[in-house]
């Protein structure tokens, strides 16, 4: 079945301590991207990345870290979480072609005290 | 810098009526996506519309995307308690397949 996948699903942790979001996909995706999701804000881009070990800033990339080694992985990395970074996330992926149909994964809860 | 409005932000839905809901942005895009998402979970690809006059058919809901006028509506047929959700519209100019999210509108199907 194609699909995105994030772990963890639900994360409390506290100020300052570092984390790391996965996010897989199987569709063979040259594109992936990371939003977060924010009551009256939407929707927005952190980072993004177009293939293996090219990857850019979105609108809000501030305290955030991505990398991407393989085609299929794409993690972000807090290094120092903050409780502004409270939030709900989004790992997406896409190729460009006929539908350009942009998948989502299942979403993280984060919680940062 | 592109906007994404949607209107209205809540609509309180009469079950077997019709509604339309509303789109637009403020630049030439590739792309427009439409996409439900229900309490808690994820988002739901509903429509990918990718030119001019098209138009997307699926169950009780229809999308068509106006070009020249930047706008996209999302009908929908006779509502049922299902339609029940937030729908979100986005827009993708092709730069780097960044989605540019509206704020999304809450559909809540009252008997």
């Known amino acids: 079945e194609a699909q995105v996948t994030q772990n963890p699903r639900y994360l409390i942790t506290v100020t300052g301590k570092k984390l790391t979001v996965t996010c897989s996909q199987n569709m063979n995706h040259e594109y992936m991207s990371w939003y977060r999701q924010d009551p009256g804000l939407g929707l927005r881009q952190i980072y993004y990345s177009m293939n293996v070990e090219v990857t850019d800033k979105g609108d809000v990339p501030e305290g955030y870290k991505v990398s991407r080694k393989e085609k299929r992985n794409f993690p972000l990395i807090l290094e120092s979480p903050s409780p502004n970074q409270t939030s709900l996330y989004f790992c997406?992926?896409?190729?460009?072609?006929?539908?350009?149909?942009?998948?989502f994964g299942p979403g993280t809860r984060l919680t940062v005290l | 810098e592109l906007k994404v409005e949607q209107n209205p932000l809540f609509l309180s839905m009469q079950e077997g009526k019709n509604y339309t809901i509303y789109c637009n942005y403020s630049?030439?895009?590739?792309?427009l996506y439409w996409y439900r998402q229900d309490p808690g979970k994820s988002l739901e690809s509903l429509f990918v519309?990718?030119?001019?006059?098209a138009v997307k058919q699926e169950g009780r809901l229809m999308a068509s995307l106006d070009t020249k006028a930047r706008l996209s509506t999302l009908h929908i047929t006779a509502a049922v308690h299902d339609l029940s959700a937030t729908y979100f519209c986005a827009v993708d100019t092709g730069a780097n397949s960044k989605l540019t999210f509206g704020k999304g509108i809450t559909l809540s199907v009252r008997p």
């Open positions: 997406a992926s896409f190729r460009p072609g006929r539908t350009f149909e942009q998948f």
């Open positions: 519309l990718l030119s001019n006059g």
């Open positions: 630049t030439t895009s590739d792309r």
